[in-house]
């Protein structure tokens, strides 16, 4: 049962222009979401996260929005650059403790010059 | 600030050997996690530890064991390699469990089993 799902594996988008990432979930009890940044032949970094109570979240030209009657989420970048070319992976967990993160399949973004 | 360090960073082996993949973290975090990713699955939960001394199955445990003798440390063992384990193995630490902090990760072992 994937509770965190990313259904688009690849994304290109042409360098400035905004890029979208969307992410979808089944458990309602999910109250904080990640997403991560991944590089080749390198360990997943953390992003940016967003609790329930919040609907959108933003840091410099990332910004995640959450719409919880939807069950999904996405993450924008504006502009794109070609440093943001990587694999983005979102994540949720219930709560703080107890319980684990659980992540999506992830998406590659491509940012063309 | 090394934070978590992953040893080795590349291996291959032939099916039937054993080996031990070393995971240190340096910023005393009570939780660490060793994951693998394989194209199109992301990132999958083998093995998990909530504090020194404990050990839990994740999603896929089956042929890999760990051990957290140290708070520091965490290992994962492959008993019996078999090609299905060909993969990018990443361990990960973490202060909580969940929550807006996340985990932070090393930067893998690249395993191949021929």
């Known amino acids: 049962d994937q509770q965190v799902k990313q259904n688009s594996p690849s994304l290109s988008v042409q360098e400035g222009r905004i890029s979208i990432l969307n992410c979808d979930y089944t458990?309602?009890?999910?109250?904080?979401f990640l997403w991560y940044k991944k590089y080749p032949a390198e360990g997943p970094t953390f992003l940016i996260s967003i609790s329930s109570i919040k609907d959108k979240n933003e840091d410099g030209r990332f910004t995640v929005f959450l719409n919880k009657s939807a069950k999904h989420l996405s993450l924008h970048i504006v502009p794109s650059q070609p440093g943001d070319s990587a694999v983005y992976f979102c994540a949720a967990s219930e709560g703080t403790s107890g319980s684990r993160l659980t992540f999506g399949e992830g998406t590659q973004l491509t940012v063309n010059p | 600030n090394a934070g978590v360090t992953q040893t080795p960073k590349f291996r291959v082996l032939k099916t039937g050997q054993s080996m031990t993949l070393l995971c240190a973290q340096d910023?005393?975090?009570?939780?660490m996690y060793w994951y693998r990713q394989d194209p199109g699955m992301g990132l999958r939960l083998i093995h998990y530890s909530v504090g020194e001394g404990t050990t839990a199955k994740g999603e896929v445990p089956d042929g890999y064991n760990v051990s957290r003798l140290k708070k520091q440390n965490f290992l994962l063992g492959l008993e019996s390699a078999a090609p299905s384990q060909t993969s990018v193995y990443f361990c990960a630490s973490s202060y909580l469990q969940g929550g807006p902090y996340g985990y932070t990760f090393g930067s893998g072992t690249r395993l191949t089993v021929v």
């Open positions: 910023m005393n975090h009570e939780y």
């Open positions: 458990n309602s009890m999910f109250d904080y």
